[in-house]
């Protein structure tokens, strides 16, 4: 099975701070997201990347970015972090094709005060 | 725009009983679907998937529906076990490096 590891599982952070996220996968999968979970807007998808150095906006980038520099880490950068960042923050990991299954890190829970 | 949308946010099913999840999406370029499972604090975990070219697929106690014409695609559970309680994911992709499109989950509780 695929491991996805998330560096942080619980972070608070202060407003207006940088804040990293860490995500390494050990499957050479090309592919790599970070979603964001929400109670009722299930999971939105903030980037993605689909080979070293390449990276796609998803549906909610506005107020974060990514980096991969190598294709093992993804890394979810806040660059100033706000209130409303405050979410669960998820790593996931996947083949190409469209047909593979896609695996998720256990997750980063974040709060900004 | 909902691309995917689970309309149900709850679901609460006796032990031995049917569950059955329900998803529709509406972009008719998505050609793979998945159901995934969520505990609490813990990242998703895949359940089961279908590709557009079928209408159904098994998975022990997990069936997956696809009806293309309805652009719908529901989950079965049978029989519930008070362990399958969790949150439930439809998800979607297409051609484009895959990227999944989720909707918005379902709580289902099993009680014993």
């Known amino acids: 099975d695929v491991k996805v590891t998330q560096s942080s599982r619980y972070l608070v952070k202060r407003t207006g701070e940088k804040v990293f996220l860490e995500c390494v996968q050990d499957?050479?999968?090309?592919?790599m997201f970070w979603y964001r979970q929400d109670p009722g807007l299930g999971l939105r998808l903030i980037y993605f990347?689909?080979?070293?150095?390449?990276?796609e906006k998803g549906d909610i980038p506005e107020g974060y970015s990514v980096s991969r520099e190598k294709k093992e880490r993804f890394s979810l950068i806040l660059e100033s972090a706000s209130t409303n960042q405050t979410s669960m923050y998820l790593c996931?990991?996947?083949?190409?094709?469209?047909?593979?299954?896609?695996?998720f890190g256990e997750g980063s829970w974040l709060t900004v005060v | 725009d909902q691309q995917v949308k689970q309309n149900s946010p709850s679901l609460s099913v006796q032990e031995g009983r049917i569950s059955i999840l329900n998803c529709d999406y509406t972009?008719?370029?998505?050609?793979?679907f998945l159901w995934y499972k969520k505990y609490p604090a813990e990242g998703p975990t895949f359940l089961i998937s279908?590709?557009?070219?079928?209408d159904k697929n098994e998975d022990g106690r997990f069936t997956v529906f696809l009806n293309k014409s309805a652009k719908h695609l529901s989950l079965h559970i049978v029989p519930s076990q008070p362990g399958d309680s969790a949150v439930y994911f439809c998800?979607?992709?297409?051609?484009?490096?895959?990227?999944?499109?989720f909707g918005q989950g379902t709580i289902l509780t099993v009680h014993p």
């Open positions: 279908i590709s557009s070219i079928k």
């Open positions: 996931a990991a996947k083949a190409g094709g469209s047909g593979n299954t896609i695996y």
């Open positions: 998800a979607a992709s297409g051609i484009s490096y895959g990227k999944l499109t």
């Open positions: 499957m050479d999968h090309e592919n």
């Open positions: 972009n008719s370029m998505f050609d793979y």
């Open positions: 990347s689909y080979d070293v150095k390449m990276k």
